[in-house]
């Protein structure tokens, strides 16, 4: 059950990514473009591992640091955005390592995914 709930879980992942509406593309500032550059990379490892709960460790803190990279540049809207995919891994890895909620936390972290900046 658990393999088969890593997998679904990084399928349903892959596409949020590939069907990622986006909040913003309007890279303006350098510090803006920095930002984005940097959540791009680090969201690309969702795809590696995110149901796991070691490279889910290691993500929230990127996270973390890309939250305050946009809050930095002045976009409040992509701030929230990765907040709320940080809020939702925060969940996962949380269902992940108790056995339970892993579906809902996955559908969080997809939502979230969907509308948060598009890379």
């Known amino acids: 059950m658990a393999a088969v709930a890593l997998v679904l879980v990084g399928a349903v992942v892959v596409v949020a990514l590939v069907l990622s509406g986006g909040t913003s593309t309007n890279a303006t500032s350098p510090a803006r473009?920095?930002?984005?550059?940097?959540?791009?990379?680090?969201?690309?490892?969702?795809?590696?591992?995110?149901?796991?709960v070691d490279a889910?460790?290691?993500l929230?803190?990127?996270?973390?640091?890309?939250?305050?990279?946009?809050?930095?540049a002045g976009d409040a809207k992509?701030?929230?955005a990765v907040k709320r995919i940080h809020q939702a891994a925060t969940k996962l890895k949380r269902g992940l390592r108790t056995g339970s909620g892993v579906p809902a936390a996955t559908?969080?972290?997809?939502?979230?995914?969907?509308?948060a900046p598009t890379c």
């Open 33 to 52: 473009r920095a930002a984005l550059r940097d959540y791009c990379h680090d969201i690309g490892l969702v795809q590696v591992g995110v149901g796991r």
């Open 56 to 58: 889910l460790a290691r």
């Open 60 to 72: 929230l803190p990127k996270l973390h640091r890309d939250v305050a990279k946009f809050t930095r």
């Open 78 to 80: 992509d701030a929230a």
């Open 107 to 115: 559908t969080q972290l997809t939502n979230a995914i969907g509308a």
